[in-house]
Antibody
Framework: EVQLLESGGDLVQPGGSLRLSCAASGFTFSNYGISWVRQAPGKGLEWVSTISTNGGSTYYADSVKGRFTISRDNSKNTLSLQMNSLRAEDTAVYYC??????????????WGQGTLVTVSS | EIVLTQSPATLSLSPGERATLSCRASQSVSSSLAWYQQKPGQAPRLLIYDASNRATGIPARFSGSGSGTDFTLTISSLEPEDFAVYYCQQRSNWPPFTFGPGTKVDIK
């Protein structure tokens, strides 16, 4: 059974930093691109970032470029998102999502339960 | 960036009725479009990929059609568990992957 379990969400002050993690199981982690997708309270879905199978290619939404860094450890089946210079508009539930296809140009067939990041003073 | 527009914003129907949801892209995405269902407090669930292919475990009452810029998700006969928000997403021209704003299907 495919499982994705996010952690690390918290209340943080504007300008602060936070690191999210996603632990994956039930599939060959190194064979799939993985992404972060967020959802602000009461709003729709927003793609944040994607990382390729070996971590060699990373992609970011303009809204987070230069502030967020995605990474993966295929030996531990984990995905991370380092979030710096956080803003109020980064407040959202952050989901990690597995790519359905082996590459990075994909939709998302499995999602974690999400972790809440709140940016507020 | 490809912008996806969904209509209607809200669809009020009764169980057993047919639901027809629309997604329109600002430029062609070929058949690279997916549909997701999201219930309150839950993660999205992939329903349809590549415009018309049902994902694993998705009931046959869900079907997708379209190509280019105009797409449709049809639920042939609504079950009580189908009342939810539905999103479309394109993977044709990225980054960024983009999602539509969603259509809420609620009980009439």
């Amino acid at each position: 059974e495919v499982q994705l379990l996010e952690s690390g969400g918290d209340l943080v002050q504007p300008g602060g930093s936070l690191r999210l993690s996603c632990a994956a199981s039930g599939f060959t982690f190194s064979n799939y691109g993985i992404s972060w997708v967020r959802q602000a309270p009461g709003k729709g879905l927003e793609w944040v970032s994607t990382i390729s199978t070996n971590g060699g290619s990373t992609y970011y939404a303009d809204s987070v470029k230069g502030r967020f860094t995605i990474s993966r450890d295929n030996s531990k089946n984990t995905l991370s998102l380092q979030m710096n210079s956080l803003r109020a508009e980064d407040t959202a539930v952050y989901y990690c999502a597995k790519g359905r296809r082996g590459g990075t140009s994909t939709d998302f067939d499995y999602w974690g339960q999400g972790t809440l990041v709140t940016v507020s003073s | 960036e490809i912008v996806l527009t969904q209509s209607p914003a809200t669809l009020s129907l009764s169980p057993g009725e047919r639901a027809t949801l629309s997604c329109r892209a600002s430029q062609s995405v070929s058949s690279s479009l997916a549909w997701y269902q999201q219930k309150p407090g839950q993660a999205p669930r992939l329903l349809i990929y590549d415009a018309s292919n049902r994902a694993t475990g998705i009931p046959a009452r869900f079907s997708g059609s379209g190509s280019g810029t105009d797409f449709t998700l049809t639920i042939s006969s609504l079950e009580p568990e189908d009342f939810a928000v539905y999103y479309c997403q394109q993977r044709s021209n990225w980054p960024p992957f983009t999602f539509g704003p969603g259509t809420k299907v609620d009980i009439k």
